[in-house]
């Protein structure tokens, strides 16, 4: 799985937990803060995206992620370290 597979992961989240954003075209610099997602609704699409790629990642480890691009590519890192 790429840095594609995963931001498409959590852009699905996105429009689930955040009904608003159902029609949203998303880019990589977008911040789920910016699109309205408050901090409890960018803790569940968080999770939701760990849930759906089985990883176990403490959230305090995502949260310097400042757009959805860096949220994907640290939980590609940590992905990608966990199989070596």
């Known amino acids: 799985m790429n840095k594609n597979d995963i931001f498409a992961i959590i852009a699905k989240?996105?429009?689930e937990v955040v009904p608003?954003?159902?029609s949203h075209v998303f880019a990589q610099d977008?911040?789920?803060r910016?699109?309205?997602a408050n901090s409890i609704?960018?803790?569940e699409?968080?999770?939701m995206t760990l849930e759906t790629l089985a990883l176990r990642i403490p959230l305090t480890e995502l949260a310097g992620a400042?757009?959805?691009g860096e949220l994907?590519?640290?939980i590609h890192s940590r992905m990608a370290a966990s199989v070596v």
Do not use: K
Request: glycine letters at 4%.
């Open 45 to 47: 699409i968080t999770m």
């Open 72 to 74: 994907a590519a640290l």
């Open 66 to 68: 400042q757009n959805m």
């Open 13 to 15: 989240h996105a429009q």
């Open 20 to 22: 608003s954003l159902e």
């Open 30 to 32: 977008d911040a789920l």
């Open 41 to 43: 609704d960018r803790a």
């Open 34 to 36: 910016d699109l309205g």
